[in-house]
């Protein structure tokens, strides 16, 4: 069920980052957030997430960066990655699909519920 599954945000714009958690917690996760890549990843350290929703570009560790990190952790946690930019939008070398900026709430649930093993689709 939903409330027992964690999400990790890392995004850097405030504003989007807030929306991102207010969508996933209305949907019944507990979700974690991180301004960017290196927050991020010291939460994922420490506790682990069922999910990462990671923007790509971020200061200090951007979401390739992170999801490089990511992999020397665990290398089945799913990342969905999410842009503004169009130059970002089809990278093949990501480790997980890319959710172009703006995005509608379902959009983002629907995106999310593809990433998880079948037992766990209340993404």
């Given at each position: 069920m939903a409330e027992s599954?964690?999400?990790l945000?890392?995004?850097?714009?405030?504003?989007?980052?807030k929306l991102l958690r207010r969508v996933l917690e209305t949907e019944g996760y507990r979700v974690d957030e991180a301004s960017d890549g290196v927050e991020a990843l010291a939460l994922f350290t420490r506790t682990g997430h069922d999910?990462?929703?990671a923007d790509i570009?971020?200061?200090r560790m951007d979401g390739r960066e992170l999801a490089v990190e990511l992999r020397k952790q665990s290398a089945t946690v799913p990342i969905l990655f999410v842009s503004g930019y169009d130059?970002?939008?089809?990278?093949?070398?990501?480790?997980?699909?890319?959710l172009a900026k703006p995005f509608r709430p379902e959009q983002l649930v629907a995106s999310g519920r593809r990433l998880l093993?079948?037992?766990?689709?209340s993404f």
């Amino acid at each position: 069920m939903a409330e027992s599954q964690t999400v990790l945000v890392a995004e850097d714009t405030a504003p989007v980052r807030k929306l991102l958690r207010r969508v996933l917690e209305t949907e019944g996760y507990r979700v974690d957030e991180a301004s960017d890549g290196v927050e991020a990843l010291a939460l994922f350290t420490r506790t682990g997430h069922d999910i990462v929703l990671a923007d790509i570009r971020m200061p200090r560790m951007d979401g390739r960066e992170l999801a490089v990190e990511l992999r020397k952790q665990s290398a089945t946690v799913p990342i969905l990655f999410v842009s503004g930019y169009d130059a970002y939008l089809d990278q093949a070398d990501l480790p997980g699909p890319v959710l172009a900026k703006p995005f509608r709430p379902e959009q983002l649930v629907a995106s999310g519920r593809r990433l998880l093993p079948a037992a766990d689709k209340s993404f």
